[in-house]
């Protein structure tokens, strides 16, 4: 129980963290400057060849700079969601008036109610990762390609899904 009641208190002061982050710097990685944010913006929108009025998925949107980026330089429409509440509540409450975008607190690792090809593009940036489970490395995998599938089949033939990681900084060699 003691356990249990430290993990909740972290994880309360994570995300109160986070929606601060957003506040600051445009989404929840602390370590990112805004116009870092918008560079990353660019190049993920640049390499999925996006164009106006396509739908985009975000997955793992955090306060959702990306797909408010999106919105602004090409029109889109776009869902994104995220596990954290606390993001999730500041992306929504910052999308502008009139947007096509919807952000939804959601299970990333159950996609089974996106339609099929519902997308143009879907992205995830810098958040596969929360899906790993360090104790059990065969449920990480079938989470993961449970995802990856999901993702895939809510995406129009043609489209892109792109997915990065963030490593501050390279591994180390032993």
């Known amino acids: 129980p003691l356990a249990r009641r430290q993990r909740e208190q972290f994880r309360s002061y994570v995300y ?3 929606t601060q982050s957003c506040a600051m710097r445009g989404d929840n990685w602390g ?3 805004l116009e870092e944010h918008t560079l990353m913006a660019e190049k993920v929108f640049s390499v999925v060849r996006l164009k106006p009025g396509q739908a985009v998925f975000d997955w ?3 306060c959702g700079f990306k797909l408010r980026y ?4 090409f029109q889109t429409r776009g869902l994104g969601v995220d596990a954290v509440p606390q993001s999730i509540e500041f992306a929504d409450s910052h999308r502008p008036e009139g947007s096509r975008l919807t952000f939804c607190i959601a299970d990333g690792s159950n996609l089974t109610w996106l339609g099929d090809d519902s997308f143009d593009h879907a992205i995830t940036t810098g958040a596969l990762h929360h899906l790993y489970v360090a104790k059990d490395h065969k449920q990480s995998a079938g989470v993961l390609c449970s995802a990856w599938m999901h993702m895939f089949r809510a995406t ?5 899904l792109l997915a990065n990681t963030n490593l501050p900084r390279p591994p180390r060699r032993a």
């Not at 999106?70 to 330089?73: N, S, T």
């Not at 129009?156 to 892109?160: A, E, Q, T, V």
């Open 16 to 18: 109160q963290n986070y």
């Open 31 to 33: 370590h990112l400057t």
């Open 60 to 62: 793992g949107c955090g």
């Open 70 to 73: 999106a919105e602004e330089h």
């Open 156 to 160: 129009r033939p043609g489209g892109f």
